[in-house]
């Protein structure tokens, strides 16, 4: 019995010692009670708008907790840690976001051999303020009032001066005439009241972007042929090797990928660079001269054909820049006309994806851009040899039937529709419209069995009157795409040249009494 009470005395005299030491353990934090095992932060993530400010963080740990930052705009201040708690409070404050950027850093929280990261992301800030604009003097002032709905009237008929001033290798790469001012006399008797002007810059310009000035000279020299006989002139930024047609669009010319937002504002950067040059060259010119950004953006079919919607809000941002570039040169550029293209420059897209209240400025002095090629089959833009399938008649109004005529799409009552839309779209809002191209083949099928020239020939001429009657109905002017390929007028495959450069003369009939009979017939819409 006395052995038992000792023993009994001495477990009690041990597990209250146990008690004590437990109670005093560093693993508690102290002797109030609270158990903290470890170095925990709340919270792990902070958000601060532009404009900066202060929010503090939490860090519990048996240790007093550190905090370092990681940038200079982000400033960490430790405060006491709490003996009750174990909280240490951190003081983050930052500075006002004066970028235009997004930015993050990062807060290393440490306490003892445990450490813990804070995230801090800040909004970007506003995009800086433009400088007051100057007081207008001379130069900024536009010696002309004339819009573009004033001009458009005026510009019917238009003819392309293809394959010369965009051709990769320069003006006699891909058609062998040097343009002179006979071979523009010659297009302005026939009839025509003004030239787009294809035309590459990025392919003629140096390691830092400054275009040729021997190239710019060149293209002022064709320019002033043009102006010198009073015709309306469109020069464009062409497909110039597809720097911003394709691959402003897909990062590969192969295959489709999609571009990021570093890739649009390079291409945004560049456009605007090049057409700086331009406009500064040509800011003197009167409103004879409209400029247009682009030619055909996205429309390499394989890559592009279903991403049409996808791609339109990059087209606007370039279409935007575009006109901003031009607007900021001032003088005459500060009126003068510009043209934006449609997505693929097609029609159906255009009127669809394009729609008036995404255009880059309000209408006065902007028009809008689309091509023609339909049918194809008879247009030559695919399967134009006739072993390929290519057609030789076309239209209705002809009553051709067979296997070379195809009446299921693309004759007058398709293209009387698709025209309309242009109207309904752009014309009706303000903004005229160009038909930059369209063009159809004519060919030599004389004695060829199965082929009739006459009845050929007659499709030609309709091909050509309906496109420029039902154009200018819709607030529209056409231009015919001309190459001054000449030899194939004699074969089946044919050409749409109209205009025999080399001797000066008219050579394209069909075409010519088609666009001069439909320029007749149609009545501007206002």
Not at 99 to 122: N, P
Not at 243 to 266: H, M, N, P, R
């Amino acid at each position: 019995m006395k052995l038992t009470k000792i023993f009994s005395g001495v477990m009690a005299f041990l597990m209250g010692t146990a008690m004590m030491t437990a109670c005093s353990s560093s693993d508690d934090g102290g002797d109030d009670g609270i158990q903290v095992k470890g170095l925990t932060v709340e919270p792990t993530t902070l958000t601060f708008t532009k404009d900066g400010g202060t929010k503090t963080i939490s860090a519990q740990a048996p240790q007093t907790a550190t905090a370092t930052s990681n940038a200079e705009w982000c400033v960490t201040t430790t405060g006491q840690q709490s003996t009750e708690t174990k909280v240490t409070p951190i003081s983050v404050v930052v500075a006002e976001n004066n970028t235009t950027a997004e930015r993050t850093a990062v807060i290393t929280i440490t306490a003892g051999k445990e450490s813990r990261q804070v995230t801090v992301t800040q909004e970007k800030g506003d995009e800086p303020t433009p400088d007051p604009t100057p007081e207008p003097t001379p130069d900024t002032t536009a010696t002309f009032t004339a819009t573009a709905k004033d001009i458009a009237p005026l510009m019917a008929p238009g003819w392309n001066l293809g394959n010369t001033m965009e051709a990769i290798g320069g003006e006699t790469a891909w058609q062998h005439t040097v343009t002179t001012q006979a071979v523009i006399d010659c297009v302005k008797a026939a009839g025509f009241n003004s030239v787009r002007i294809p035309c590459s810059w990025d392919i003629h310009s140096d390691s830092k972007g400054k275009i040729d000035t021997q190239w710019m000279n060149r293209v002022k020299e064709v320019v002033d042929y043009c102006v010198n006989d009073g015709l309306y002139v469109v020069l464009n930024d062409h497909w110039d090797n597809g720097w911003i047609e394709v691959l402003g669009f897909s990062k590969s010319k192969d295959s489709y990928q999609a571009i990021d937002e570093a890739t649009i504002t390079a291409k945004t950067e560049r456009l605007k660079d090049i057409w700086t040059q331009i406009a500064t060259v040509f800011k003197d010119y009167d409103e004879h001269l409209l400029f247009a950004g682009l030619n055909e953006p996205f429309q390499e079919y394989n890559l592009f054909n279903s991403r049409h919607q996808t791609l339109t809000p990059i087209l606007c941002r370039y279409n935007k820049a575009f006109v901003e570039a031009v607007r900021a040169t001032g003088g005459n550029n500060s009126q003068r006309t510009l043209v934006v293209q449609g997505p693929s420059t097609n029609i159906a897209s255009s009127c669809q994806y394009m729609t008036a209240d995404k255009l880059p400025e309000a209408a006065g002095r902007l028009m809008v851009e689309v091509h023609y090629y339909d049918p194809g089959q008879f247009c030559g833009t695919y399967s134009s040899k006739l072993s390929e399938g290519g057609i030789v008649y076309w239209g209705a109004a002809n009553h051709v039937s067979g296997s070379n005529h195809n009446a299921t799409w693309g004759e007058e009552s398709s293209m009387k529709s698709e025209f309309a839309k242009l109207k309904t779209a752009y014309t009706s809002k303000g903004y005229p419209v160009i038909i930059g191209e369209y063009a159809a083949n004519q060919r030599n099928v004389e004695g060829i069995a199965g082929h009739d020239q006459a009845k050929h020939d007659a499709s030609i001429k309709l091909f050509y009157k309906c496109v420029n009657e039902y154009a200018t109905n819709n607030g529209a002017v056409a231009f015919a795409w001309d190459t001054n390929y000449l030899a194939g007028l004699t074969t089946s495959d044919g050409s749409s040249t109209i205009i025999d450069r080399a001797n000066a003369k008219v050579v394209g009939d069909n075409a010519m009494e088609g666009i001069k009979a439909g320029c007749a017939a149609g009545h501007w819409p206002y």
